[in-house]
């Protein structure tokens, strides 16, 4: 990677977005950025990326009733739920708690609730996903989390609380952009663009190596792949897409000399999918 190179192009990409830079000396971009184009921005990008990824969000969800409870009522956490780009995918009477940083997502959120009745919304959560404290222990039997851990503040803290509020045996679902491979010009691009982007799009970075913060968090067993998503000319085609399943709980309450009875529970808790699938930290799912 030619840094020289990078900081050059970097500067040219500032330049061209030399007023924006002002706004942000001033003050005036950021509450602009929150208020009016990031939230205009996401609404017009969502119909556009779920064509897209519309494949990858089908095969992802395609087993999130497996997860239900004993009711067979499904429960379902989605944090950074903005206009509600995942809730035709979801399965049918899925009792949905949306969370988000803001407010400024609810026009475009009404309206796919509105198209989307085969759900049920129980509520509206203005909070960080760092801070799900006004949601119960173990109280999901999912979580969803999709292009979300590319801005938030700690993805440790995030995936902490996701382990918390998630039932035993439940799973965590996510679809992020990640780095590029570093020997390939898509990282090249994403190094040149990065600090122009996070400011355009609310503090969005593009070479996180998300994979590496959910392989080391506490999770029981993950299935990860890497995929690319078509989105061309742009800086953000590289993802990573799956599930994680949470056994912590189980962990925690067994005697450290029984390993034959945590394994025969964590498998227990598991789908049938994920068990026929096989196990590993990094394999399709």
Same mark, same amino acid.
């Given at each position: 990677?030619?840094?020289?190179? #990078? ?7 500032? =330049?061209?977005?030399? &007023? ?10 950021? %509450? ?6 990031? /939230?205009?921005?996401? *609404? $017009? ?9 519309? !494949? ?14 004993? @009711? ?7 944090? !950074?739920? !903005? ?7 979801? &399965? /049918? ?9 803001? =407010?400024?997502?609810?026009?475009? =959120? ?17 909070? %960080? ?14 979580? +969803?989390?999709?292009? +979300?851990?590319?801005? #938030? ?32 010009? @898509? ?7 990065? /600090? ?21 968090? $506490? ?10 998503? %078509?989105?061309?000319?742009? %800086? ?22 029984? &390993? ?10 598991? /789908? ?8 590993? $930290? *990094?394999?399709?799912?």
């Amino acid at each position: 990677l030619d840094i020289s190179l #990078v900081l050059f192009l970097r500067v040219c990409v500032q =330049l061209l977005v030399l &007023p924006v830079y002002l706004l942000s000396f001033l003050g005036i971009w950021e %509450p602009f950025c929150k208020k009016i184009f990031f /939230p205009f921005f996401i *609404e $017009k990008l969502t119909a556009s990326y779920n064509r897209r990824a519309s !494949g990858h969000k089908q095969e992802l969800f395609c087993n999130l009733q497996e997860f239900a409870g004993p @009711s067979g009522e499904l429960t379902l956490l989605e944090i !950074g739920t !903005g206009t509600g780009a995942n809730f035709q995918f979801y &399965p /049918p009477g899925c009792k949905i708690t949306c969370t988000d940083t803001t =407010l400024n997502f609810q026009d475009g =959120l009404s309206r796919s609730m509105a198209q989307n009745q085969h759900l049920q919304f129980q509520s509206f959560l203005v909070t %960080p996903g760092e801070d799900l404290n006004q949601v119960a222990d173990s109280s999901m039997d999912a979580v +969803v989390c999709t292009l +979300v851990l590319c801005s #938030v503040q700690s993805i440790e803290g995030v995936l902490k609380e996701v382990l918390r509020v998630l039932r035993t045996g439940g799973a965590f679902y996510f679809l992020e952009h990640v780095a590029a491979d570093p020997s390939s010009w @898509s990282y090249f691009w994403q190094q040149v663009y990065y /600090p122009t982007w996070k400011l355009l799009f609310d503090g969005c970075h593009l070479t996180r190596e998300t994979w590496k913060n959910l392989e080391q968090a $506490k999770f029981s067993e993950i299935k990860l792949r890497h995929i690319q998503v %078509p989105l061309y000319w742009t %800086p953000v085609q590289s993802h990573i897409i799956g599930y994680a399943i949470n056994c912590q709980a189980v962990q925690l309450s067994l005697p450290t000399h029984c &390993p034959v009875l945590l394994l025969v529970l964590c498998l227990g808790a598991a /789908p049938r999918s994920l068990l026929l699938a096989g196990q590993g $930290k *990094e394999e399709g799912y």
